[in-house]
């Protein structure tokens, strides 16, 4: 198996006074480890806390929950991949289903994100995941393939490029339902062989993350799974106690 990537989505939760309590709760719990990597992924305000925190840790990342595509500009409220990274974001998280589904992020924007991230030479982590109704209808594969592909149709260097997956089934997200590890199994497998097809054995060595009401309960069992290469937290990453068992898994 590769080695694992943890990574914790607090999404609107844990501002930069608690960003700061959790990481020095976490740090001091948690010495260097080389066989995996974790990532956290707070708020943008709570960004330099979490940066500030892990930079004498190579094995513990910083990334930012969304970027704009564009370098700068008249885009109120909006962040980019250089300032994120100026920030100190390592790894941007793309296409997550709230994104998606509540912001009405298309597949085109999020192909601009990958490239801005690429340009910007951060890694990304690209969100692919289908609804109930999608599933119902049969069409996971379907659609989770055209996420994979649209996501990354315009990213020129895709070979070089520091990227990993997450498969969120939208319908597990945060609803307690969880993939079996066997249903997570299935999806990343043919998420890998569209990898490959697309850039040849590079695809083999892309983390391909599993998302959706992961717990303490059920995190060993879906990471032991079958192309299950880590592990996308929200609820569960939010407080250092079960993030920490989480990790350590
Ligand atoms: P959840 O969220 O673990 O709360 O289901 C996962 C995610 O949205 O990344």
Known sequence: MKRPVLAANWKMNNGPTAARTFMNTFLASYPPRADRTIIIFPPAVALTTVASATANREDVLAGIQNIHWAEKGAFTGEISAPMAKDAGARVVLIGHSERRHIFGET?????????????????????????????????????????????????????????????????????????????????????????????????????????????????????????????????????PASWLTIAQT
């Not at 951060?122 to 996501?151: D, H, K, N, P, S």
């Not at 697309?198 to 060993?220: F, R």
Request: include cysteine; hydrophobic fraction near 40%; charged fraction near 20%.
């Open 107 to 239: 597949d085109a924007q999020c192909a601009k994100k990958c490239v801005a991230s690429s340009r910007a030479k951060l890694a990304f982590m690209l969100c692919v995941g289908e609804t109930i109704g999608e599933r119902e209808a049969g069409e996971t594969e379907r659609v989770v393939t055209r996420q994979l592909r649209e996501g990354l149709s315009q990213t020129a260097n895709l070979i070089s490029a520091d990227l990993l997956i997450a498969y969120e089934p939208v319908w597990a997200i945060g609803t307690g339902l969880t993939a079996s590890a066997g249903d997570a199994s299935a999806i990343h497998t043919v998420l890998r062989s569209e990898l490959c097809q697309m850039i040849g054995t590079k695809g083999d060595e892309i983390p391909i993350l599993y998302g959706g009401s992961v717990n303490t309960e059920n995190a060993a069992g879906l990471l032991a799974a079958p192309e299950v290469d880590g592990l996308l937290v929200g609820g569960a990453s939010v407080e």
